[in-house]
Nanobody
Framework: QVTLQESGPGLVKPSQTLSLICNVS??????????WSWIRQPPGKGLEWMGA???????YYSPALRSRTSISRDTSQNQFSLQLTSVTPEDTAVYYC????????????WGQGIQVTVSS
């Protein structure tokens, strides 16, 4: 059974870069045909898909966040990462990593989520 775990700072200052890591255990991030996504949920709002790393090393982004988002992966550590630049308080949210077996498909495994607050 695959397990995902987010890690990173819980507080980021405005204009800085938010950086998170998702550690995956119980399954390889290179296994066909899985996609590894970042999703966030601001307080009082719905879930927002931010982007994904594909099993083959391709990366996919939400058009709404594309200019500020970068996703990468480290296959030796079996982890993938999120960077969100120029953050504002509107980026305050619980950030999740999750897995699906096709791009834009249902997410079948989730991390527990990490609260990130953007504040000076």
């Amino acid at each position: 059974q695959v397990t995902l775990q987010e890690s990173g700072p819980g507080l980021v200052k405005p204009s800085q870069t938010l950086s998170l890591i998702c550690n995956v255990s119980g399954g390889s991030i290179t296994t066909q045909f899985y996609y590894w996504s970042w999703i966030r949920q601001p307080p009082g709002k719905g879930l927002e898909w931010m982007g994904a790393a594909g099993y083959s090393g391709s990366f996919y982004y939400s058009p709404a966040l594309r200019s500020r988002t970068s996703i990468s992966r480290d296959t030796s550590q079996n982890q993938f990462s999120l960077q969100l630049t120029s953050v504002t308080p509107e980026d305050t949210a619980v950030y999740y990593c999750a897995r699906s077996n096709r791009l834009y498909g249902p997410l079948d495994s989730w991390g527990q989520g990490i609260q990130v607050t953007v504040s000076s």
